[in-house]
């Protein structure tokens, strides 16, 4: 392919010298990426902390895989279950050992690829119904990309894995979890500094509303569930179906609640993020604009896309993920040493807690080639064989991968090649979004871009 020309989109600039503590919890709430030093776009490991409060920065494949996967009996989700454990309780994500493994065992067959091929329909009537109302506004009108995008995904998580939801609830739920977001790097803040859970926190009472409105909301679906005599095939099915193996035990109220909340959730937010700094991106790049048209047209003859056509769009899975590798919609993940552990050659206390910024992982000095630059050639099929399995995770990696991946990867696949058959998208202010940590990787001041329809 014909070199495209470099472009070097919106970053976060590490601080120029480490931040003291007052400055460090300013940066904090503001961005939790602008407290990453530049050490740890650059070296392996960074510790920080202290004796008190023991922290590393780990960036190298072998020391994540020592965490995520050859060690991980030592390094436990400690901060991830005291921040999400209120909402999410002891579902999938936030239970650990024999507890995590029985409920992804029953929901694994869910995401099977055969499974996930009958979604595509709904994947594409999403996208169609986002360009029905773009189409509905005049042209060039600027819309409000990042909302769109999580109507969009939230759409497909509740017509496919969930039990349908009309817009209230839609509402509802949006509703909470931007309150969450807003203020959830206090929350980050408080765990990481080893506060009690108890001591006042801004935006303390905000969340537990949120909570509570999202948690009472879904036990009421849960509810009509039970009075269904003949429940479609979907997630709830299988939880309600499920038997804890040692114990016999299936879920009450309370864990499908658990588990439903934390899908809702964990799987359309961080598509919609994905999706949306994707199209910022290609509205900045006409070539690769141009390179997925083409692909897509050769694909699908400008119909709508099938289930067995979503594999060949390669250039627009190449753009997706590279757009991922930029912009990770986890741009932060932790685990807290539970026993004291060697790995990689460096000896960690228990209580250090692990932190693995995906955000600098993915723009590593040592590990990528112009590491700023958006350059999707990097995932063509022959190059990203060479790229190291814990170099790019924009999904986790080790047992706890993202179980949505696969969803995920078809779903914003088919939703961006629906969009680029039809739509063409532009910058619509001269303003560069910046990247911000909250629970996903927002672009702050939102993204608004212009959209005019094809023909
Ligand atoms: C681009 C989209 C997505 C990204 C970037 C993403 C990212 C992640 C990451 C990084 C983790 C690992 C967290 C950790 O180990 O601490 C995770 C876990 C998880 N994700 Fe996703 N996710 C995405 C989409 C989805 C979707 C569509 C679903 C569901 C349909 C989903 C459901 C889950 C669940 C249930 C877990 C917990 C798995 C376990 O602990 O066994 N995700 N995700």
């Known amino acids: 392919m014909v070199r495209m020309p470099p472009l070097t989109p919106p970053r976060v600039v590490p601080p120029a010298s480490p931040l003291g503590r007052l400055a460090f919890i300013?940066?904090?709430?503001?961005?939790?990426?602008?407290?990453?030093?530049?050490?740890?776009?650059?070296?392996?490991?960074?510790?920080?902390?202290?004796?008190?409060?023991?922290?590393?920065?780990?960036?190298?494949?072998?020391?994540?895989?020592?965490?995520?996967?050859?060690?991980?009996?030592?390094?436990?989700?400690?901060?991830?279950?005291?921040?999400?454990?209120?909402?999410?309780?002891?579902?999938?994500?936030?239970?650990?050992?024999?507890?995590w493994k029985w409920q992804r065992q029953a929901v694994a067959p869910m995401f099977r690829p055969q499974e996930l091929a009958r979604f595509v329909p709904t994947f594409v009537r999403a996208a169609e119904d986002a360009l029905a109302r773009w189409r509905a506004m005049p042209p060039g009108s600027v819309q409000a990309i990042d909302e769109d995008m999580t109507r969009a995904t939230f759409e497909v998580i509740a017509a496919t894995l969930l039990p349908s939801a009309d817009e209230s609830f839609a509402r509802t739920v949006q509703g909470s979890v931007q309150s969450l977001q807003r203020f959830g790097p206090w929350g980050i803040l408080y765990a990481s500094m080893n506060l009690p859970p108890w001591l006042p926190q801004p935006g303390m009472f905000a969340q537990a509303r949120a909570v509570r409105i999202l948690r009472s909301t879904v036990a009421a679906l849960v509810r009509e569930r039970e009075g269904e005599s003949d429940p479609p095939d979907d997630l709830m099915r299988r939880l309600i179906a499920a038997r804890d193996p040692e114990t016999g035990r299936s879920m009450g109220e309370a864990q499908l609640v658990d588990n439903l909340l934390t899908f809702y959730l964990a799987g359309h937010e961080?598509?919609?993020?994905?999706?949306?700094?994707?199209?910022?991106?290609?509205?900045?790049?006409?070539?690769?604009?141009?390179?997925?048209?083409?692909?897509?047209?050769?694909?699908?003859?400008?119909?709508?896309?099938?289930?067995?056509q979503a594999a060949d769009l390669v250039k627009v899975q190449q753009v997706l993920k590279e757009s991922m590798r930029l912009y990770p919609p986890v741009p932060m993940m932790s685990r807290q040493a539970v026993a004291d552990a060697q790995i990689d050659g460096h000896a960690i206390r228990a209580g250090t807690s692990i932190l693995m910024p995906i955000y600098a992982i993915h723009r590593h000095a040592k590990r990528w080639d112009r590491p700023d630059e958006f350059d999707p050639a990097r995932f063509s099929p022959e190059r990203e064989a060479a790229i190291p399995r814990y170099q790019y995770m924009p999904f986790g990696a080790g047992p706890r991968l993202c179980i949505g991946m696969p969803f995920a990867m078809i779903e914003a696949t088919v939703i961006l090649a629906t969009f680029l058959q039809r739509a063409r998208f532009a910058l619509a202010r001269d303003e560069e979004p910046t990247p911000v940590a909250s629970v996903t990787l927002i672009p702050k001041g939102g993204m608004p871009l212009k959209v005019s329809m094809k023909g």
């Open 26 to 99: 300013r940066a904090f709430v503001r961005n939790p990426l602008q407290v990453l030093p530049r050490a740890a776009y650059e070296e392996d490991f960074v510790a920080f902390g202290g004796a008190k409060l023991p922290r590393a920065w780990v960036t190298s494949p072998a020391l994540i895989k020592a965490v995520l996967l050859d060690e991980r009996e030592k390094f436990g989700k400690l901060t991830q279950i005291r921040l999400l454990g209120p909402l999410l309780g002891k579902g999938i994500l936030t239970s650990e050992g024999a507890d």
């Open 270 to 308: 961080t598509t919609a993020k994905a999706l949306t700094w994707t199209l910022y991106l290609l509205a900045r790049s006409p070539e690769w604009t141009a390179a997925l048209e083409d692909e897509i047209e050769r694909v699908t003859g400008g119909a709508a896309i099938r289930g067995d």
